[in-house]
């Protein structure tokens, strides 16, 4: 933590509390008020965490007003035009950029280690049929925890190092047999002589039956929505990945923990709810109905895919993301797709309309990401877990800063208690 160079007064029934107030490289500055407590006796009060920092971090950089996001100080729009997932990967997880040389050694060492060990196939096997991809992703990685006893020691920095592989390396397979379960095709093995995009595609996509080839333009689009969707700083999913490691559990059980908070259409599921709504809207003469019910304060109907809580001019993933949706619908001639005349219709109106301009409501990643994963061929049920594989590495990146973190405290918030205070028991017959 860097050194104080100012101070906060807090005046509590006249009596003053000088408070520390660090300056980080970038953004607000923070008032430190661990102390605030053991002093004053007062609790503060956040709840949604609208002005709480929870930890200090190196990786991952929003300024919600410029739209700028940034991963260990490079812009994410320059990252999705000239490098790849993995190479992202590599920055997330050790700070700076690969040499060639230390990127082919890393590519490497995910390629080796994509294959689940066999008796999963077992544990997959065990779900219903039509049971959501999601819902067997948060099992299975879970359970992972059982299949890897080798990499669940967190305070062995060797045992970190494994698991961190091993979840960026098998996050695609376990994404890609989810939904081959869930479809009730065949489990498609990993394949080494393809790129990590490709190879993902490949377990989706291919039969064994028949002959798959990997389009590049659709292997570039479906990279770059991992890409995208790597790491967001302390998002819901990320603080929960947090908040579980820092009991000390295990890896895959913190990553479990973090794929389910995910599954939340306020969070990663807006991908899933998005095309729904796309659906449900159906035709370009319905929007304007759909967004009176968005504006009403009675009905909860939201427009999903629209406003974040951080980005309040633009969403700099979703500038690429409407390219690449562009890009995506091209080569697949489907231009005339309803849901996309819908979206396209439902973006002008609401961009134009005063209540969503006031509010600063625009689109965000997830209103162009399921639009392109349908036309690749996903059914909505895959969109989620696809953002949970492409998050693994920054889950991962930030559960490995804080296990590293000498200061490290089991997260515990307190509240604000409105209930009873202290009363007898009642007997039953006297209720
Ligand atoms: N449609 C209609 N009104 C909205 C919407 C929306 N999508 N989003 C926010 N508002 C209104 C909201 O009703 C509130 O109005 P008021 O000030 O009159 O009470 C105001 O805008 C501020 O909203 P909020 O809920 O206080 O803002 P938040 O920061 O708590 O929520 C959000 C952010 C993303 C949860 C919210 O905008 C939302 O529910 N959006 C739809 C779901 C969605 O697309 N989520 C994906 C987020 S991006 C991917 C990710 O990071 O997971």
């Given at each position: ?69 940034l991963h260990r100080g490079y812009p994410?729009?320059q990252l999705?035009?000239k490098s790849h997932y993995l190479e992202v990967c590599y920055l997330l997880l050790y700070g700076e950029l690969p040499s060639a040389a230390k990127l082919e050694?890393f ?120 890409t ?204």
């Amino acid at each position: 933590m860097a050194e104080s160079t100012k101070t906060a007064t807090l005046t509590i029934d006249g009596q003053d509390y000088e408070l520390p107030i660090y300056s980080p490289t970038a953004g607000p500055d923070v008032i430190d008020i661990r102390k605030l407590y053991g002093q004053a006796g007062v609790f503060t009060y956040d709840p949604g965490f609208t002005s709480t920092a929870s930890t200090d971090s190196t990786i991952t950089f929003i300024d919600g007003g410029k739209g700028e996001l940034l991963h260990r100080g490079y812009p994410i729009d320059q990252l999705a035009e000239k490098s790849h997932y993995l190479e992202v990967c590599y920055l997330l997880l050790y700070g700076e950029l690969p040499s060639a040389a230390k990127l082919e050694e890393f590519e490497s060492l995910v390629t080796h280690h994509t294959m689940l060990h066999e008796q999963m196939m077992n544990f997959f096997r065990g779900f219903r049929r039509d049971a959501h991809p999601m819902a067997i992703m948060v099992g299975v990685v879970g359970a992972m925890s059982a299949f890897y006893h080798d990499s669940t020691d967190i305070n062995d920095p060797h045992q970190r190092e494994v698991a961190t592989i091993r979840l960026i390396a098998k996050m695609p397979t376990v994404a890609a047999m989810a939904y081959k379960y869930h479809i009730g095709q065949p489990f498609v093995y990993p394949r080494n002589d393809l790129d990590y995009a490709s190879n993902f595609l490949n377990m989706c996509f291919s039969v064994p039956a028949e002959k798959y080839e990997v389009n590049p333009v659709l292997s570039r689009a479906m990279d770059r929505i991992f890409t995208l969707h790597a790491d967001h700083e302390q998002n819901a999913s990320t603080s929960t990945v947090r908040l579980a490691s820092s009991s000390g559990a295990n890896p895959f059980a913190c990553i479990a923990a973090g794929i389910a908070c995910l599954w939340g259409p306020a969070h990663g599921g807006a991908n899933q709810a998005c095309l729904e709504m796309l659906e449900e809207i159906g035709s370009v003469d319905r929007i304007p109905e759909f967004i009176e019910r968005a504006k009403d304060k009675n009905d909860p109907f939201r427009l999903m895919g629209f406003g974040h809580r951080v980005y309040k001019n633009f969403d700099p993933r979703a500038t690429v993301m409407k390219e690449s949706a562009d890009e995506v619908l091209d080569l697949l001639g489907i231009e005339n797709n309803p849901k996309l005349q819908v979206a396209k219709a439902l973006e002008k109106q609401a961009l134009e309309d005063p209540y969503f301009k006031e509010k600063k409501l625009f689109p965000n990643v997830d209103f162009y990401s399921g639009i392109i994963l349908e036309a690749m061929g996903f059914p909505t049920s895959m969109f989620t877990p696809i953002f949970a594989l492409a998050r693994t590495v920054g889950w991962i990146s930030q559960w490995s800063e804080q296990l590293a973190d000498p200061q490290l405290k089991i997260g515990r918030p307190r509240q604000l208690y409105k209930g009873e205070t202290s009363r007898d028991y009642v007997d039953i017959e006297n209720r």
